[in-house]
């Protein structure tokens, strides 16, 4: 069973950039898909971008040259490097893990653990 830890959200300006990080442990962390989601007050989670297993990346049009995924295999984590941040950005952040080929990237019912989440506020 894999775990996920999320951390790096916090309180930031609009215009600026936060990185946040997904720490894996438990089971062989290039087996899996990871995935950042986000949950905004009142609003459904949403998938925000995906570094697969076989090295495919996709990001949301919404935050589609914004925010970049990348993955260090070494260190079992996956980062989000997020810049020029809206308050709509503000939402709780979370990794995702998928042991299988994903069909459609953004889909909850594509994972199989999940983190706790982070908080990201973009706020002046």
């Known amino acids: 069973q894999l775990q996920l830890v999320e951390s790096g959200g916090g309180l930031v300006q609009p215009g600026g950039s936060l990185r946040l990080s997904c720490a894996t442990s438990g089971d062989a962390f290039n087996h899996y898909s990871i995935a950042w989601f986000r949950q905004a007050p009142g609003k459904e989670r949403e998938g925000v971008s995906i570094s697969s297993r076989s090295g495919y990346t996709n990001v949301a049009d919404a935050v589609k040259g914004r925010f970049v995924i990348s993955r260090d295999n070494d260190r079992n984590t996956v980062f989000l490097e997020m810049t020029s941040l809206k308050p709509d950005d503000t939402a709780i952040y979370y990794c995702?893990?998928?042991?299988?080929?994903?069909?459609?990237?953004?889909?909850?019912?594509?994972?199989?653990?999940w983190g706790q989440g982070t908080q990201v506020t973009v706020s002046s």
């Open positions: 995702a893990a998928a042991r299988r080929a994903t069909v459609f990237w953004a889909r909850e019912s594509e994972y199989d653990y």
